[in-house]
């Protein structure tokens, strides 16, 4: 089947080129013009606070989704078949509609002078250690994540234009870093909208497509069913692609989510959670305004058609794998594996303007992720570290120093996909979502709701999280015997709770009068 692999031309390089560029300069233009806006740090953080639900509805698609659902999980689907097709996009949408309903809230700490996620915490809890060790773990835990970022931009990058791939890498940070440092916050919010909107019309358009290049449903499920599982640069196994579960051979095999049910259902929830968990998500309510009943529909039909993109993402790495065969996952295409399908597909289903479109969907969703989460980190450290700990630090000496943090979060993961790209770009991020599904759902989105939360609790539950993501089945859980990932994943989600409710009810609270200033209605 590897004659059915489609021929890199001039004409699409050119294609992919101009489209990548135009995507770019749309949202540098769009950075610029916004940033006559931002005359303080804390506009530059939070914006005016006039978002309205639409713009705010397709930046949170853009972020949530990010390089695994428009990339990741066409490589799930191929190189795992029917036994990755199950993760990809399980839960979206009622993990995007639990984060609707939970992130509106982080308007209330906004008016109470919170600019940040962990300084909602210090607002919640009034507790500045609480802010700091929060922002020490969203920033170990985005790290790890923004690696898959990379990798989805730099692979479509490589494929469609046969740059090398680690050049490609190069030019991926560099332009995160151009247009992140430009606009702030609400430029990364409109820069996010329209992004939202392109990688969505990308998705639907790309998933209908394969199908109907593939032959349809009926011949993609058939062709699966004669094909068994390649790990990605090793040998062929005699297991079948046409099953929800792939038999472990050995103990290092069960590090994976599809082992078995209790891989199912930790995956099941790790989507669920990690809507509100993830930090980047959260910060997309920063900015927002009040919204009517009217809106608030209107954000929700947004979130579900955006929801259901990783499906047809999915049904992209079935179709790759029915027509091509397992050649991907051949060394000839290290280390970027199975994770190629997508750019491959989109050139054999629609030629060079599909794979234009395609291209630059890809850099919209991993570039507003990225964007997000550098951003993020940088206020962590400057906001949350450095602010807090000395409070006298000028707003213009935060605003500058945020901006140059930027240059350390953009290279330390661009180092790590360098020098380890993850074969599997899905997998390797599952690690980082689980964690924060686990410790900032409850520790953030339980918190902003339940007052008999106590700021020990929040630290039991951070504590415990970041301990139980050491110990993944392939960092240290081998080690003392933790080779499942199902229950490592399920271990660290409820063992989090279980720190965090515990803790809290053998805690005192804070007093009633402040728990009244916290959860009164919010009026505008």
């Not at 740090?41 to 509805?57: A, C, K, R, S, Y």
């Not at 358009?205 to 449903?217: D, F, K, N, T, V």
């Not at 038999?247 to 049910?261: G, L, R």
């Not at 500058?400 to 899905?426: G, N």
Request: charged fraction near 10%; proline fraction near 5%; charge should be positive.
């Amino acid at each position: 089947m590897a004659d059915m692999l489609p021929e890199i031309t001039w004409t699409l390089v050119l294609s992919v080129v101009a489209a990548i560029t135009a995507f770019l300069t749309v949202s540098i233009l769009i950075g610029l013009l916004t940033r006559r806006k931002t005359r303080t740090f804390d506009e530059w953080l939070v914006g005016h606070g006039d978002i309205g639900p639409i713009i705010t509805g397709f930046a949170l698609i853009a972020s949530y989704l990010s390089g695994w659902a428009m990339y990741g999980n066409a490589g799930l689907g191929y190189t795992y078949g029917w036994a990755g097709s199950w993760l990809i996009g399980t839960v979206c949408l009622m993990g995007m509609t639990l984060c609707l309903v939970i992130g509106y809230r982080m308007r209330r700490y906004v008016q109470l002078g919170a600019r940040t996620v962990p300084e909602m915490l210090k607002v919640r809890f009034e507790s500045r250690t609480l802010q700091a060790m929060a922002g020490i773990a969203m920033i170990i835990l985005l790290i790890v994540y923004s690696v898959g970022q990379y990798k989805a931009m730099a692979t479509v990058w490589t494929i469609t234009t046969n740059t090398p791939f680690h050049w490609s890498l190069i030019i991926t940070a560099f332009l995160v870093l151009l247009y992140v440092a430009v606009g702030g916050y609400t430029g990364t919010q409109l820069v996010s909208c329209f992004q939202g909107i392109l990688l969505t019309s990308a998705g639907w358009i790309l998933g209908i497509a394969s199908i109907i290049w593939a032959g349809g449903p009926a011949k993609i499920e058939e062709a699966l069913k004669t094909q068994t599982f390649t790990p990605p640069g090793g040998n062929p196994t005699s297991i079948p692609l046409n099953s929800y579960i792939i038999p472990p051979s050995k103990p290092q095999d069960m590090a994976f989510p599809w082992v078995d049910w209790v891989g199912v259902t930790a995956s099941i929830f790790m989507f669920l959670l990690m809507a509100t968990g993830f930090p980047h998500n959260m910060a997309r309510f920063l900015g927002a305004r009040k919204i009517s009943k009217k809106e608030y529909w209107i954000m929700l039909l947004i979130l579900i058609f955006g929801g259901l993109t990783p499906l047809w993402i999915g049904v992209v790495g079935l179709a790759g794998r029915a027509t091509f065969g397992e050649i991907l996952l051949t060394d000839k295409y290290k280390p970027m594996y199975g994770d190629s399908v997508g750019a491959l597909v989109s050139i054999s289903a629609g030629g060079a303007p599909l794979a234009a479109l395609f291209a630059a969907s890809v850099f919209a969703a991993s570039v507003a992720t990225l964007a997000g989460m550098a951003m993020i980190m940088a206020t962590n450290t400057t906001r949350d570290l450095i602010h807090n700990l000395k409070p006298t630090v000028s707003q213009g000496r935060l605003f500058w120093l945020t901006r140059l943090m930027l240059i350390p979060f953009i290279v330390i993961p661009l180092w790590w996909a360098l020098t380890a790209t993850p074969p599997v770009l899905s997998v390797f991020m599952a690690g980082s979502a689980v964690a924060q599904a686990g410790i900032f759902f409850f520790v953030v989105g339980v918190s902003m709701y339940w007052r008999r939360a106590t700021k020990w609790g929040a630290t039991a539950a951070i504590i415990y999280g970041l301990a139980l993501t050491i110990l993944h089945p392939q960092a240290y859980g081998c080690l003392i015997g933790l080779y499942h990932w199902g229950y490592w994943a399920l271990l660290l989600i409820f063992g989090s709770a279980v720190a965090y409710f515990s803790i809290s009810l053998l805690t005192k609270p804070l007093p009633e009068e402040k728990l009244k200033e916290l959860f009164k209605k919010v009026t505008n």
